[in-house]
Nanobody, 121 residues
Framework: VQLQASGGGLVQAGGSLRLSCAAS????????VAWFRQPSGKEREFVAL??????GTFSDGSVEGRVIIFRDKNMASLQMNNLRPEDTAVYYC?????????????????WGQGTQVTVSS
C-alpha cells in the first residue's frame, strides 16, 4: 500500500493550489481520506477529510470554506483557495479503512510522504 502526495510549491497569498494523493495497493473509494499539515516546529494538524460514505468535504478551523477534497479514480486531491501565509506547512494525505470519521491523525492507517506548501505574503 502506498500513498503518493504531490503538487506542493510556492504560491502568493490569495492564490490557489491543488495537492494530489495517488493511491496504490488499495481501493481509495473504500477509505476515508484526510489531509493534515505540519508547520515547521509545530504539531501535525487536521486540515480536511472526505468520508468514504460521501457527504462532501469536512474541514474546520482556519481552513474552513477554503478547501475541498475531490476524488477521481484512485486519487484524492485537495483544492486550496485564498491561501494565507499561515497555511505554509508540509501537507500529508492519509487514508482510514475503519468506519467512523475522525480528525485525529492517530486513527489513520496509511500516510503519504508529505509535500511542502509555501505561501508568500
Amino acid at each position: 500500500v502506498q500513498l503518493q502526495a504531490s503538487g506542493g510549491g510556492l504560491v502568493q497569498a490569495g492564490g490557489s493550489l491543488r495537492l494530489s494523493c495517488a493511491a496504490s495497493g488499495l481501493v481509495l473509494n473504500y477509505y476515508t481520506v484526510a489531509w493534515f499539515r505540519q508547520p515547521s516546529g509545530k504539531e501535525r494538524e487536521f486540515v480536511a477529510l472526505d468520508s468514504w460514505r460521501g457527504g462532501g468535504t469536512f474541514s474546520d478551523g482556519s481552513v474552513e470554506g477554503r478547501v475541498i477534497i475531490f476524488r477521481d479514480k484512485n486519487m484524492a486531491s485537495l483544492q486550496m483557495n485564498n491561501l494565507r501565509p499561515e497555511d505554509t506547512a508540509v501537507y500529508y494525505c492519509a487514508a482510514r479503512r475503519s468506519s467512523g470519521d475522525t480528525s485525529s491523525s492517530r486513527d489513520y492507517d496509511y500516510w503519504g510522504q508529505g509535500t511542502q506548501v509555501t505561501v508568500s505574503s
